[in-house]
């Protein structure tokens, strides 16, 4: 079985800084693309960020030039390093992975428990 755990999630004031990590455990041959999503209450879950295994990045427009996303390929770990939080960040964030378990199965995606993230005004 495969297991993505959140970490990292609280309450900051607005224009402040949060790290969130996502470790991937279990029997896990390779990890492609590893996303960040968001769902903000009320709203649908809207991807903020990903990262290939080769380490391209892409992020949504609302977090560009505040977010970082970064990939540690030999923990199976993925980060989100996010500097001048704004109330409207405030949201559930959950990592997704895509793993093969093994080299003759074909990936699945894999989601983490998520993390809340509350940005006070």
């Known amino acids: 079985q495969v297991q993505l755990v959140e970490s990292g999630g609280g309450l900051v004031q607005a224009g402040g800084s949060l790290r969130l990590s996502c470790a991937a455990s279990?029997?896990?041959?390779?990890?492609?693309?590893m996303d960040w999503y968001r769902q903000a209450l009320g709203n649908e879950r809207e991807l903020v960020a990903s990262?290939?295994?080769?380490?391209?990045?892409n992020y949504a427009d609302s977090v560009k030039g505040r977010f970082t996303i970064s990939r540690d390929n030999a923990k199976n770990t993925v980060y989100l390093q996010m500097n001048s939080l704004k109330p409207e960040d405030t949201a559930v964030y959950y990592c997704?992975?895509?793993?093969?378990?093994?080299?003759?199965?074909?990936?699945?995606?894999?989601w983490g428990q998520g993390t809340q993230v509350t940005v006070s005004s």
């Open positions: 279990g029997s896990i041959f390779s990890i492609n693309t």
């Open positions: 990262i290939t295994i080769g380490g391209s990045t």
């Open positions: 997704k992975a895509g793993i093969r378990t093994n080299p003759f199965k074909r990936q699945s995606d894999y």
